[in-house]
Structure formats: C-alpha cells, structure tokens
C-alpha cells in the first residue's frame, strides 16, 4: 500500500500547491481520497486520470471537493476517446441531497458509504468515523489485511478518534492551528492535538495535513513532537509513504 500526497494545503493552495488530496495504490488499483482545489492538475504529475479506479470524499466543504467537477469533465472526455469505459465511481457520505447528487455525472457515479459498513474497493478495506466539524465529515481507515492508515480528514479533536486510528502505520492529521489555539468552534486540531492523538492511538508514525497560511510550519512538526515520540513529518507534495517497504 502506498500513500501519496497530492495537496496538504487548507482552506485554498498556495501558488503551484493544491487543497486536500491523497493518491493510495497497491496491485494495480488505484484510490484517490479527496479531490480539493488544485488536486486535478497536480495528480497528473503522478498518475494518468484514465487510471484512477474510485474517489473517496470525506466531506462536502470545497477544499476538499473543489476539482470534483474538473474530474468528472476528464471522465467524460476520456470515456469519449475511448480510454475508459462506465462511469467512475466517487463514494461519499450523503450530507444533503444537492451535494450527494451531483456525483452523478455522464461519466461518474455517486455512490453512498456508510459508517456502519466497511466498503471493500480493490486490496483495501475502508472503515469511517464520524468527526467533530460543522460540516458532517467522515475520517477514514484504510486497511489491505497487513497494514493500516488513518486520514482524520477535519475534525476537532475527540477522544474517540484515538480508538478508530489505533495501531495504524501511519496517522495522517489535520493541523490547522499552532499549540494553545482553541481550533474546536470550526471543527480543526492544533499541533499538539494532533501529537496527543498520535500518542493514544500508538501509531508508528505521524503526517501533519491541512496546514495553515500562517505561522512557521516547522513548529507545527515541534509542537507535535513534545508529545508524541515517534516520526512526525509535514505533509507536502510528492511525500510518499511506502507500506511495502
């Protein structure tokens, strides 16, 4: 199983950067979780769009959604060159009528996952949890039967985030605000949330996502590590993380 950060940006991307996005592959299958803005044009540095087998989203909010349209427009062009063939199908949490159906596209289809039902798509096995944001908003754990990585997606941080990420080779979490910063009113973790969960949870490794317009990210990586113990990177374009190593 392999992770790829596509964009680790919040809110909008920086110059040449892109929003939320994260590129999973393993045997041939290939998983892209969120699609925000800027994601399209970077992914292509990384992957053809023709071979993109499933989207996950997380949520609704735009930067994690925003290249969803541009997406479903290259599936239709690609279907009509011949390069594809039936519609790709984007999982995602029903969170208001409009938003879930504009899934369905010529080329796409919406389809629904639950948080009670894990969703098998190709080697992995996904798992959810509801987190703690304005928005209803689904963290996710993948799972090929070896190993295990968990994308908090946006969330405030809740204790049982720590139960759903336990154990996992990696923890990918969103850090949208600096140590002693109150991020719970629009559903974000600070620094040393994020460590104090990589903690509980026991994972063998940390990714700081979701990051801020603001600051000096590499105290984000400090703040982090006075309470967890173990590797703890800033997500970045291009950073890979290799399970099969």
Same mark, same amino acid.
């Given at each position: 199983m392999k992770w790829t950060v596509i964009g680790s940006w919040g809110a909008y991307p920086e110059a040449e950067g892109a929003t939320s996005c994260y590129l999973v592959e393993q045997d041939g299958f290939t998983l892209v979780i969120?699609?925000?803005?800027?994601?399209?044009?970077?992914?292509?540095?990384?992957?053809?769009?023709?071979?993109?087998?499933?989207?996950?989203?997380?949520?609704?909010?735009?930067?994690?959604?925003?290249?969803?349209?541009?997406?479903?427009?290259? +599936?239709? %062009?690609?279907? =009509?060159?011949?390069?594809?063939?039936?519609? %790709?199908?984007?999982?995602?949490?029903?969170d208001g009528v409009t938003d879930f159906d504009e899934l369905d596209h010529i080329a796409t289809a919406g389809r629904l996952y639950r948080i009670e039902k894990p969703l098998e798509l190709g080697p992995f096995t996904l798992s959810f949890i509801q987190t703690k944001h304005p928005k209803s908003c689904h963290a996710i754990r993948v799972e090929n039967g070896e190993s295990a990585v968990v994308y908090t997606a946006d969330t405030a941080f809740f204790p049982e985030l720590a139960g759903f990420a336990k154990g996992s080779d990696l923890l990918i979490a969103e850090s949208s605000f600096y140590d002693g910063m109150?991020?719970?009113?629009?559903?974000?973790?600070?620094?040393?949330? +994020?460590?104090?969960?990589?903690?509980?949870?026991?994972?063998? =490794?940390?990714?700081?996502? &979701?990051?801020? &317009?603001?600051?000096? &990210?590499?105290?984000?990586?400090?703040?982090?590590?006075? %309470?967890?113990?173990?590797?703890?990177?800033?997500?970045?374009?291009?950073?890979?993380?290799?399970?099969?190593?």
């Open positions: 969120d699609l925000g803005s800027g994601a399209l044009s970077r992914l292509q540095q990384y992957i053809d769009l023709s071979d993109i087998d499933a989207v996950v989203i997380s949520h609704f909010h735009h930067d994690h959604v925003a290249d969803i349209g541009a997406f479903q427009y290259s +599936c239709l %062009v690609k279907e =009509q060159l011949g390069e594809i063939e039936g519609p %790709v199908s984007i999982y995602a949490a029903a109150d991020g719970s009113g629009p559903g974000h973790m600070t620094s040393t949330e +994020c460590g104090q969960l990589a903690r509980d949870a026991s994972v063998s =490794q940390l990714w700081l996502t &979701h990051l801020p &317009h603001f600051g000096e &990210h590499a105290q984000l990586v400090q703040e982090a590590k006075a %309470v967890f113990d173990g590797p703890v990177e800033l997500a970045r374009e291009g950073l890979v993380f290799d399970l099969r190593r």
